[in-house]
């Protein structure tokens, strides 16, 4: 199995969209064209979580910083912490938006007779 690292952002992205397209392969066909469209996105956005992810495991969620010199430095949350967020709520967003354009399963409620009888009266 070849490690992630290994590959170059572009083909961890060509790797995720594929293995996204199996998963969501019984969107119909006839709206496939948008769902398409997410799996690019929702592919990039995971390979570019898992970059920022590398990062803040390396170099943590916050950072010393200072206005000037004259002031003492405080932490504040890195920028790439804030962006990663944002981004991962995002994801999230487009992964339920794919999963909501498969077709629903589950059992079918037969006809019992009930709401004829009901609208009968």
Do not use: H
Request: charged letters at 40%; glycine letters at 4%.
């Amino acid at each position: 199995m070849v490690n992630k690292q290994e590959l170059n952002k572009d083909e961890r992205i060509y790797k995720e969209e594929s293995r996204l397209r199996k998963i969501y392969k019984k969107i119909p066909k006839n709206i496939f064209t948008v769902a398409d469209g997410l799996i690019r996105r929702a592919a990039y956005m995971r390979v570019a979580l898992e970059d920022y992810e590398r990062d803040l495991d390396e170099n943590g969620y916050v950072e010393l910083f200072t206005q000037s010199e004259k002031t003492d430095p405080y932490e504040r949350e890195r920028p790439v912490a804030r962006l990663y967020n944002s981004m991962n709520k995002n994801y999230q967003s487009i992964i339920k938006q794919l999963t909501d354009l498969l077709p629903k399963q589950g059992k079918t409620i037969e006809d019992d007779g009930f709401d004829e009888f009901v609208n009968n009266k």
